[in-house]
């Protein structure tokens, strides 16, 4: 099993249009959790972090299931500049500054 | 946040060759990490790099083939020794600033290897 899984998507979705990614996790013990977005060749930056509360920032909301080892991504009234990779992001539990990369998923906003 | 400049930011190199790829980061940091992105997939973490003390290399991973330096608290250099074109990839810095919680990880642009 994956440390960190993602659907790869690409999920292909009208502007306006709601959209969630999940995310699993394998190891119970990792204690931070983040989302980044990849935009084609540059480098990951990092989205928001995902708190145990849940967590809104705008459009983008963030919730995690520890009980579960699931995060998810919700985005709501996409727009075309949202179209990137969205990597899921796990502060591993042997080293507390080591993170571990999801594979992303890719959206793509069409108009 | 910090600033991190890596170069270079691509190159197309002959196998057997090496290349050092550097990072400079505009703050004091402790910790900086390598990480390898290999086409269409995502980021591995190569090595830990802390000045001071000798990298830690992940599984998979060795010192002879990427050699890393980190000679003070705002720079370092990996390496990528006697390369094979499996060796082509997107090689990234990053860096954790002390202090700033989830928000400390900074990753440099990137050099786009590629070996011929």
């Known amino acids: 099993r994956k440390e960190v899984e993602q659907d790869p998507g690409p999920f292909n979705v009208p502007e306006g249009a709601t959209v969630a990614f999940n995310c699993t996790y394998s190891?119970?013990?990792?204690?931070?959790f983040f989302w980044y977005r990849q935009d084609c060749r540059k480098e990951p930056k990092l989205l928001m972090s995902?708190?145990?509360s849940g967590n809104e920032d705008g459009r983008f909301t963030a919730q995690l299931n520890r009980a579960s080892q699931y995060i998810s991504l919700l985005i709501r009234d996409s727009k075309l500049s949202d179209s990137a990779t969205y990597l899921c992001?796990?502060?591993?539990?042997?080293?507390?500054?080591?993170?571990?990369f999801g594979s992303g998923t890719r959206l793509l906003v069409r108009p | 946040s910090a600033v991190i400049s890596q170069k270079p930011s691509r190159d197309i190199c002959q196998r057997g060759t090496s290349l050092t790829i550097q990072c400079q980061v505009d703050?004091?940091?402790?910790?900086m990490f390598w990480y390898r992105q290999q086409p269409g997939q995502s980021l591995t973490l190569i090595a830990t790099?802390?000045?001071?003390?000798?990298?830690?290399?992940e599984s998979g991973f060795v010192i002879d083939k990427f050699p890393i330096s980190r000679p003070n608290l705002t720079f370092s250099t990996l390496t990528v020794s006697n390369m094979s074109p499996e060796d082509s990839s997107i090689y990234l810095c990053?860096?954790?600033?002390?202090?700033?919680?989830?928000?400390?990880?900074?990753f440099g642009s990137g050099t786009r290897l590629t070996v011929v």
């Open positions: 995902v708190y145990s």
């Open positions: 790099a802390n000045q001071g003390s000798e990298a830690t290399y």
């Open positions: 990053s860096v954790l600033i002390p202090g700033q919680g989830n928000y400390g990880y900074t």
């Open positions: 190891n119970s013990a990792s204690q931070s």
């Open positions: 992001v796990v502060n591993w539990v042997d080293s507390s500054y080591k993170l571990i």
């Open positions: 703050s004091q940091v402790t910790m």
